[in-house]
C-alpha cells in the first residue's frame, strides 16, 4: 500500500526526531516490554536497533520474530490531548550481520554516534525489524492503519 504523503511526512518526522521507542516481544505467553535506541530507513519499512545477546529481548527475539515498537512524541503536558501523536508498528525482527558499511548500520551510527563501540562488540546483535504494519493515532483518537505489501 502506499502512505499518504502527509501521513508519511508526519512518520519521517516522527522518527528523525524521537530516539528512543518502546519494544514489546513475547516471552512465552507474556508481553515483555523495553526501551530500545532506535532507527528508521528512508523508505519506512526496517527499524534496526543494537541490543546484547545476553538480554530477554533478544531471546525473546530468536524464540518468536513478531514484535511491536511504540514510538510517540508525548511532552506530558495537557496540549498532548491535541498535539501527541503515537505509532505502533509491527514487523518481523531479524538478527543482521554486522557491517560499518551497510546503509542501514550507517543511518543507525548516524543517529546514534554514541553506540559505535557497543554495535562492534562481538557480545552486541544489530537487530532489522521489517516493518509489517503501522498504526498511527493522533488527539487520542485519529486512527490511521497502514499495512505494507
Partial sequence: MKIDPLIEDKLKMLFSSQKFAVLATQQKKDPYTSL???SCSKDMRQIVFATPKATRKYANILAHSNVSIFIDNRSNKAVDLRRAM????????????????????????????????FLSSPSCAFICIDIQSFYIVERFQNVTEIHLE
Wanted: proline share 3%; hydrophobic share 35%; net charge positive.
Fill in 36 to 38: 530500545i535506541a532506535f
Fill in 86 to 117: 503515537g505509532v505502533t508498528v509491527l514487523g518481523s525482527a531479524r538478527q543482521m550481520r554486522k557491517n560499518k558499511n551497510s546503509k542501514l548500520m550507517k543511518l543507525h551510527l548516524d543517529k546514534h554516534p554514541q553506540l559505535e563501540s
